[in-house]
T-cell receptor, first 113, second 115 residues
């Protein structure tokens, strides 16, 4: 079946540091890939997505590239801010059929001033 | 305001009591979901619904009941609450996009404590 594996957290960084959160997936066919972000006390919201191999999703300075050869969708940001402190979830959804997304366990990011 | 509204936001109950968590969307998204979020487990799917009167089990359905008589509402009922059901519950709806994918929209969550 489909699965998503994320790096364990928490990830603790100083402001302006470079961020990478690793995500790998197992899926049949050609899934779409997503990163969702959950700020403290809130529900999840979509951060970015990519729908086919080699696509790059980007938003708010975050980027992730759909790498089919390594089945990965790593999240990166060149310079993090304190306001980026949140939990980040990698997810995939199957092409066509039912829209049931599969989530990773989430990675907590803590950014210190 | 458009979006997903969950109620109550916070609930404390006792073991054995029935609890219903409400979820309302102001769009007409076909798919709706209930997740629970627990430390060490991330998000786990409890139930989902593809349309009114169509529901199906997710990963952890035991002890929960859902209904969907109207497209906009998707209540989740714990028929006899247990301490293991202490969690934060999220409702979500799914909006499809033109690129054969879509986006989940989440409510703010309902924090349930079972004593």
């Amino acid at each position: 079946g489909n699965s998503v594996t994320q790096m364990e957290g928490p990830v603790t960084l100083s402001e302006e540091a470079f961020l990478t959160i690793n995500c790998t997936y197992t899926a049949t066919g050609y899934p779409s890939l997503f990163w969702y972000v959950q700020y403290p006390g809130e529900g999840l919201q979509l951060l970015l997505k990519a729908t086919k191999a080699d696509d790059k999703g980007s938003n708010k300075g975050f980027e992730a590239t759909y790498r089919k050869e390594t089945t990965s969708f790593h999240l990166e940001k060149g310079s993090v801010q304190v306001s980026d402190s949140a939990v980040y979830f990698c997810a995939l959804s199957r092409e066509g059929g039912s829209y049931i997304p599969t989530f990773g366990r989430g990675t907590s990011l803590i950014v210190h001033p | 305001d458009a979006g997903i509204t969950q109620s109550p936001r916070y609930k404390i109950t006792e073991t054995g009591r029935q609890v219903t968590l409400m979820c309302h969307q102001t769009w007409s998204h076909s798919y709706m979901f209930w997740y629970r979020q627990d430390l060490g487990h991330g998000l786990r799917l409890i139930y989902y619904s593809a349309a009114a009167d169509i529901t199906d089990k997710g990963e952890v359905p035991d002890g929960y009941v859902v209904s969907r008589s109207k497209t906009e509402n998707f209540p989740l009922t714990l028929e006899s609450a247990t301490r293991s059901q202490t969690s934060v519950y999220f409702c979500a709806s799914y909006r499809t996009s033109g690129d054969n994918t879509g986006e989940l929209f989440f409510g703010e969550g309902s924090r349930l404590t079972v004593l």
